[in-house]
């Protein structure tokens, strides 16, 4: 998905994965970079788990509020939740959620 956005996963200075913000802080499944400084998170977890689940918002709100970024994204691969760190992070509610087999299909109805 990051490469299909344009994010060159290969490039270190550009995405890292299991990026720490601080030694001695669990790391993000990714941070994506501009200029070597984070400007998103996202954190992944498997399929089967329901980002429904308190803790993994909580838990993405908190990775990006150590990063010092404004948004982050929790997905476990089918659904992606777009959250605002200022607005959620006493919430831990998600912005906008997506269910990526719905914009398939939609994206399949365009073609």
Known sequence: MLQAL???IHD???VKNENRHNSGHNPVDYALLLNRSPVLVVEAKPVAHSLDDPRWGLQTLGYAH???VDWCVLT???EWQIRDIDT???????????????A????????
């Open 6 to 8: 344009g994010w060159d």
């Open 104 to 111: 398939l299909c939609a994206f399949e109805k365009i073609d």
């Open 66 to 68: 150590g990063a010092g």
């Open 76 to 78: 476990n691969g089918v």
């Open 88 to 102: 959620r992070l006493a919430k831990g509610r998600a912005e906008e959620t997506t269910d990526i087999t719905d």
């Open 12 to 14: 270190i200075d550009e």
